[in-house]
């Protein structure tokens, strides 16, 4: 439950109190109108808290409200730059079998996407607005190149990979039955989450607070409900995955992208291995980005995590040490990590050249990048080069701070 929220002044002499409103449509002086909170929710999407719930998923543009679909209309359509697709339902909670009602809802949506092509997405959207997703997301973020941004939304509506959101005022009992029933109706590649939004208002009930916060989401669990990492992710902030498919998993004809990301990490795992031994060498992939878990960390390992990317869309190359959000103790171990690069001389010595930088979203990286040119935006012209300064860095980057993460996790508390 939220109580009021107490604002004080910086001398503590002021008080003021914003008083918790329910999103209701009945008009009462104590209620926000239902469409209202739609319309804040849409327009400012930074207020969903997508990083607890995927951090690929931040940043969202919102693109169209009421989305026609042959089964009814969609509340909500945000997109990303990198593609990714967000579908949301606002509603009330009246009972539980209303809500057992809007995921069955969200879920028809979802299967009706999956057999669109981006050019229907697009007749749909400019039914709406009059403009293409392209356009809208690219006026938010100019650096989105269209033809990537159009095959990466295409593979997802391909695969059923969404983000499915119901967004409401109470959501209380009932969060097991719900899970029960996702996984009944489950056979996409969706990630599925129920957000609260709290609405609080000053006595004059001029300005607004709203507080919105996750208290269901789908598990990321194999051959159930598996939400597979994008293949043309153009960033190097790859979700992390609790499990992820092998190429003989993936059905799928590969695109000339795929081709270059598997002859790649080929070339740099092949008869590789840390100098750590107890850090396991990811398989070869068709994705942008492999992983290397810490074990002992949060999310079954992925709180705490390594990755080594290929970013076209910022022409580089690079390994990293990062954090999962939502994690206070991994956060204290990467901060300590930082620290420790400052004083401590032999692991300094040992990632020189090392770098500090964040991801679009703000998320910190701790390794190593470089420059690379991918020829028409596919395979690396330095291919051998590449391969080799990617088998340095990367086992330079896990054999120094694998250690030292695991010691941390144990020294916690």
């Known amino acids: 439950m939220y109580g009021n929220l107490i604002q004080l002044s910086g001398d503590f002499t ?36 997508l990083d607890e719930i995927d951090s690929a998923y931040e940043t969202p543009v919102p693109v169209c409200r009421e989305l026609g679909t042959r089964v009814g209309f969609v509340d909500a359509l945000y997109l990303t730059p990198t593609g990714r697709i967000i579908l949301a339902e606002f509603k009330l909670w009246r009972n ?25 997405l697009e007749r749909e959207v400019r039914k709406r ?41 109470g959501i209380r009992e009932g969060v097991e039955d719900i899970a029960s029933y996702v996984q009944k ?17 000053r006595a004059d009930g001029e300005d607004l607070i709203i507080q919105p916060r996750v208290l269901a989401r789908t598990e990321l669990l194999p051959r159930t409900i598996l939400v597979r ?47 750590d031994p107890r850090s396991k060498v990811p398989q070869p992939s068709r994705y942008a980005t492999v992983w290397v878990k810490v074990e002992g960390s949060g999310f079954g390992g992925w709180g705490i995590s390594f990755g080594a990317f290929l970013n076209r869309s910022q022409s580089s190359i690079g390994t990293y ?21 400052g004083g401590d001389e032999e692991l300094a010595g040992a990632l020189d050249g090392w770098m500090h930088w964040s ?6 990286r701790l390794g190593f990048s470089r420059g690379a040119e991918f020829v028409d935006g596919t395979a690396i012209r330095d291919f051998d080069q590449a391969v080799e300064w990617m088998r340095e860095h990367f086992n330079r980057l896990v054999t120094a ?7 941390r996790l144990r020294a916690k508390g």
């Open 401 to 407: 701070l694998h250690p030292e993460c695991r010691r």
């Open 185 to 201: 109706h489950s056979g996409l590649r969706f990630h599925l989450a129920l957000v609260e939004a709290a609405v609080f208002t």
């Open 321 to 341: 040490l990062t954090w999962r959000a939502g994690f206070p103790e991994e956060e204290r171990v990467f901060e300590e990590i930082m620290d420790a690069l």
């Open 14 to 49: 002021e008080r003021t109190t914003w008083r918790r409103v329910g999103p209701v449509s009945s008009g009462r002086a104590d209620s926000i109108d239902e469409n209202r909170l739609q319309d804040i929710l849409f327009r400012h999407a930074e207020t969903l808290p």
């Open 229 to 275: 990492k994008t293949i043309l992710d153009e960033t190097d902030d790859d979700p992390i995955q609790e499990h992820e498919p092998s190429l003989a998993e993936d059905a799928d004809e590969p695109s000339p992208v795929e081709d270059a990301n598997e002859r790649f990490w080929r070339a740099v795992l092949t008869d590789f291995a840390f100098d």
């Open 96 to 120: 539980p079998s209303a809500r057992r009602e809007v995921i069955g809802q969200i879920l028809d949506y979802a299967r009706v996407l999956a057999s669109w092509s981006y050019d229907d």
């Open 359 to 364: 991801n679009p979203s703000g998320r910190p």
């Open 129 to 169: 607005v009059k403009r293409s997703p392209f356009d809208i997301v690219s006026e938010a973020h100019g650096d989105v190149q269209e033809h990537i941004f159009i095959d990466a939304v295409a593979r997802r509506l391909k695969r059923g990979e969404f983000l499915l959101l119901i967004i409401g005022d």
